[in-house]
């Protein structure tokens, strides 16, 4: 673990940002994982990274 990191306002937003995403994309996949019935909400927005195909 790292210890004493300091987190601004800028990191505090990208972190919300990527929770946010990560709980919209898992509510995709709820049927696989069996939490019941999963429905998408990510809009047109693009989730790949860089590089990927």
Do not use: N
């Amino acid at each position: 673990l790292v210890k004493d990191v300091e987190i601004d306002d800028y990191l505090r937003q990208r972190i919300a940002k990527s929770e946010a995403e990560l709980l919209a994309e898992k509510r995709c996949v709820a049927h696989l994982t069996g939490e019941g019935i999963a429905y998408c909400d990510l809009g047109p927005v693009d989730t790949m990274l860089p590089g990927e195909v």
